[in-house]
């Protein structure tokens, strides 16, 4: 790993919302440790406490939740959740169910995240809300009034 300086040490940190100090202490070190990793490096799977972290998980976990699978929140921890997923991910496209993200799922990932998208729990919530507005919205001006509400009037002029 090449030398950093206090500027790109310094950069890091608060990509990361870490405390900017400028030089590597033990949570920057750990950052930095999960940081290098990308999907496909290495296996993810479940393991004894401390779990695998990195920024691999955290790929992995915005991918499965593109597509709909449950892995909790995007934390770049390969938990119980997340584990569970990649088994349902196995199962649903037909390759050995063993929980870890290796080669083949890693293959099956890319080659459906191309064609699937839009599968976030949250952006299906925003689709389906959107679809039962129906025209009842459309060519309608939104008025928010800025006063308090109540008897409070805001401002008034003369």
């Given at each position: 790993m090449k030398e950093l300086s206090e500027e790109e040490i310094r950069s890091f940190q608060q990509s990361r919302g870490l405390t900017v100090t400028g030089s590597i202490n033990d949570v920057t070190a750990r950052a930095l440790e999960e940081a290098?990793?990308?999907?496909?490096?290495?296996?993810?799977?479940?393991?004894?406490?401390?779990?695998?972290?990195?920024?691999?998980?955290?790929?992995?976990q915005s991918r499965l939740t593109e597509m709909g699978f449950d892995c909790g929140r995007v934390d770049g921890i390969y938990g119980d959740l997340t584990s569970?997923?990649?088994?349902?991910?196995?199962?649903?496209?037909?390759i050995a169910v063993d929980g870890q993200c290796g080669p083949a799922t890693v293959i099956s990932l890319?080659?459906?995240?191309k064609i699937v998208s839009g599968g976030a729990p949250s952006q299906l919530r925003e689709n389906a809300t959107q679809k039962n507005r129906g025209p009842a919205l459309a060519n309608k001006v939104i008025v928010l009034d800025p006063s308090l509400g109540g008897t409070i009037q805001g401002n008034v002029a003369n």
């Open positions: 290098r990793w990308k999907l496909g490096d290495r296996s993810l799977y479940l393991q004894e406490r401390p779990f695998m972290r990195g920024d691999d998980v955290a790929a992995l569970g997923a990649v088994k349902e991910f196995q199962r649903s496209v037909g890319i080659r459906l995240t």
